[in-house]
């Protein structure tokens, strides 16, 4: 039996005149890793906004894990505790101890004690290598590690799907693996992903699927293999002729 965690039918979302996402199906299933990818204004991130309703979608539908945050009667608070994002710039409390970053959503959103929220929020520093960065401002840390705070922050909400938006373009490129390793970790745990990437090595070893977005559709999608190693469309080529080898130019492209 198929169990889809996220399902987008017929997703639409303008802005004013701009119409950013023209009708995106897309199913999610249990476990499954989804990269996206695609040039600068395709609208990876609106459709990553759209699904967890940080953007409200003008047409069309979303489904996560069987509750339609479409639905105007739907619970948006209590849909969206399901659902952990990742941003590029890690948005960390910078007033805050590194625990205090991870137990306050855990303690105002779903109401947990002190206590217990302090033993999750432990967990997941443990499980992206910083346990002992509980007592650190976020200051002290590098980029590296404040984007592993963020994943461990959202991971202590116990989440059902995660979202990443370009979780490591923000960073120097000593520090991405770091990043990239706990993803892959994550993906390895049974974690639903849904990744926008600029990072094709990580895309090809870690996805069961990726899509290419280009002018707020889907182009093309199927496995990695396929996708990024033998493209059927013209302007997937393009792209990935841009993205892994950043001095190719074409004549249509534009400068990014
Ligand atoms: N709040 C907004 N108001 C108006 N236009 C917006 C808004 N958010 C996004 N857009 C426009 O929607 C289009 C898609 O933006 P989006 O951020 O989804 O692209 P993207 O694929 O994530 O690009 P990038 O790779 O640069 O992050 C762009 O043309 C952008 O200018
Ligand atoms: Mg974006």
Known sequence: MS?????LSGLG????????????????????????????????STLLRCVNLLEEPTAGKVVVDGTELTDPDTDLDGARRHVGMV???FNLF???????????AQRKVLGRDKKTAEKVARENL?????AEKADAMPAQLSGGQQQRVAIARALSMNPRVMLFDEPTSALDPELVGDVLGVMRQLADEGMTMLVVTHEMQFAREVADRVLFMDGGVIVEQGPPSEVIGNPKEERTRTFLARVLDPTHTHPEAPAE
């Not at 443990?126 to 910083?130: A, I």
């Open 13 to 44: 979302k303008s802005f004013g005149s701009l119409e950013v996402l023209r009708g995106i199906d897309l199913q999610v299933e249990r476990g499954e890793v989804v990269c996206i990818i695609g040039p600068s204004g395709s609208g990876k």
């Open 3 to 7: 169990d889809v965690v996220i399902e």
């Open 126 to 130: 443990d499980r992206v290598g910083l």
């Open 94 to 104: 910078s007033h805050l101890h590194v625990l205090d970053n991870l137990t306050i």
């Open 87 to 89: 941003f590029q710039q």
